[in-house]
């Protein structure tokens, strides 16, 4: 079992619906949580940081952690075809220490 | 926001050469930098951890004597993959762990690099 599960999709929405990604993990040890987004052929971009239980938000982004379920999640709120990317959950268990990553999950919003 | 560089974008080699990717903290120092490989369609494989001034450690199944890592400074850290075959064909992604300002909203995390796409023939 991975450390780190994220559903690959694909997730299909069209433009201006909100995106629902979650990721669900089994060490406890991890503290900080981060979602990343990716374009083909590109290095991942840091959308979202945290690490406490609760929300965040940032503009159109939402991330939630919930420790005791061992679960994360991002929303995009109205989405646009700029946001097909793959989104890829990651978690570390200091601060500065290496990450685990979610396999990523490919999001396509349609026009 | 933290910007981090690599170059080459790509690279095409012959098997048999050794290939230099140089990763760059444009706008802060980092004392930590970290290697990934990725697959088409997979996600971020790490290779190895890179301290500014002490060996690299890396990951189970990386060979070390093929994937050099040199962090000679806080902005600078460098992969040579040597004596390159088809199969290390592959993107290869840097990031660098920005320390974030004292107090306040410490950021801590790791920002990437663009990548760098390895072609060997």
Same mark, same amino acid.
């Given at each position: ?111 | ?37 990725? *697959?088409?369609?997979? /996600? ?9 001034? $002490?060996?690299? %450690?890396?990951?189970? #199944? ?28 592959? *993107?290869?992604?840097? /990031? ?9 909203? $410490?950021?801590? %995390?790791?920002?990437? #690099? ?8």
């Amino acid at each position: 079992q991975k450390e780190v599960e994220q559903d690959p999709g694909p997730l299909s929405v069209p433009e201006g619906a909100i995106v629902s990604l979650n990721c669900t993990y089994s060490n406890s040890a991890f503290q900080y949580f981060m979602w990343y987004r990716q374009y083909s052929r590109k290095g991942p971009e840091l959308l979202m940081y945290t690490y406490s239980s609760g929300n965040k938000e940032d503009g159109r982004f939402t991330a939630q952690v919930d420790k005791s379920s061992k679960y994360i999640s991002l929303f995009i709120r109205d989405s646009q075809p700029s946001d097909s990317a793959t989104y890829l959950c990651a978690m570390g268990k200091a601060a500065g220490n290496k990450l685990t990553f979610g396999g990523g999950t490919r999001v396509l919003v349609k026009p | 926001g933290a910007v981090v560089s690599q170059h080459p974008s790509w690279v095409i080699c012959k098997s048999g050469t050794s290939v230099k990717i140089e990763c760059r903290s444009l706008d802060f120092q980092a004392t930590t930098m970290f290697w990934y490989r990725q *697959f088409p369609k997979q /996600s971020l494989m790490l290779m190895a951890t890179s301290n500014e001034g $002490s060996k690299a %450690t890396y990951e189970q #199944g990386v060979e070390k004597d093929k994937f050099l890592i040199n962090h000679a400074s806080l902005t600078l850290s460098t992969l040579t993959v040597t004596s390159a075959h088809p199969e290390d064909s592959s *993107f290869y992604i840097c /990031s660098a762990r920005d320390p974030g300002l004292a107090g306040g909203d $410490s950021r801590d %995390t790791q920002y990437f #690099g663009p990548g760098t796409r390895l072609t060997v023939l």
